[in-house]
């Protein structure tokens, strides 16, 4: 099994960028744009930016999902917060988890337009 390792660069003028596609040669890269002076709690911010990219494609289904711990390390924020923001995604059918596997995006119906 490959180790994942999320690509991530940041300075005051840039969000962060995490890898979702380990080992891929074509990598697709996440920007996950943190306001910690926000009154938005920061496991809403990050539930709500994966699910738009997931919802308007930019993340596929089967993509990986950074692992928990690679993610709140890279983000410089408890793991409690990350794994909050999956347990949303997960119960809203956008993710799931194959255990020793990882978090993949999950294969989701389209809208249907009425």
Excluded: C
Excluded at 11 to 21: F, G
Excluded at 31 to 57: C, E, F, H, W
């Amino acid at each position: 099994m490959d180790n994942y390792s999320p690509v991530v660069q940041y300075d005051s003028e840039t969000p962060w960028y995490v890898s979702n596609k380990p080992g891929s040669g074509d990598r697709k890269v996440t920007i996950i744009n943190l306001d910690l002076t926000s009154k938005v709690p920061i496991y809403i911010q990050i539930r709500d930016q994966l699910r738009l990219m997931i919802a308007t494609g930019e993340m596929e289904p089967g993509d990986q999902m950074p692992p928990v711990r690679d993610l709140a390390s890279e983000l410089l924020i408890n793991p409690n917060t990350v794994q909050k923001a999956y347990h949303d995604l997960e119960r809203e059918g956008f993710i799931y988890t194959r255990r020793g596997m990882g978090t993949f995006v999950s294969d989701r119906p389209k809208a249907k337009s009425e």
